[in-house]
């Protein structure tokens, strides 16, 4: 596989990604204004770990920086910076899965898709920076 597939990929995963950040930030908007009744994980705490804000806006934020990024990085430097954001986001996401399924027991498949991108994204910055310093050489 090549850099370019890989890194259009990592763009698709992106987008996907973006889709269900923005789904999941309107729908939290909506739960602040008293429109979705009864259970749903944007209203819990961890629903906003970060300063108080929705864990979609920085998934939203995320997704499109890394889209952005991926095609202008070069240099271990960056890559290292890449790859620590994305370790975040994954970290991040097996904390959130971790409490879907042992904490509210909420199935809640927009969760799960960006789960699996941010795991799918840690796989493939591996592989293209490991690609990427073969090319180098």
Request: hydrophobic residues 55%; positive net charge; aromatic residues 14%.
């Amino acid at each position: 596989m090549t850099l370019l597939v890989l890194r259009i990929i990592v763009d698709l995963l992106c987008a996907a990604g973006v889709y269900v950040s923005y789904h999941m930030l309107d729908r939290s908007k909506r739960a602040e204004a008293g429109k979705i009744k009864g259970h749903s994980v944007v209203k819990g705490p961890a629903a906003r770990l970060y300063f108080g804000l929705p864990n979609s806006l920085f998934g939203l934020i995320f997704y499109v920086a890394i889209a952005l990024v991926i095609w202008f990085a070069r240099g271990p430097v960056v890559w290292t910076l890449i790859f620590v954001g994305i370790a975040a986001a994954a970290a991040t996401s097996l904390y959130l899965a971790y409490r879907l399924v042992f904490v509210t027991r909420t199935f809640c498949p927009y969760c799960w898709t960006s789960h699996g991108i941010n795991w799918s994204l840690v796989i493939l910055s591996i592989i293209i920076c490991a690609l990427s310093r073969n090319a180098a050489s």
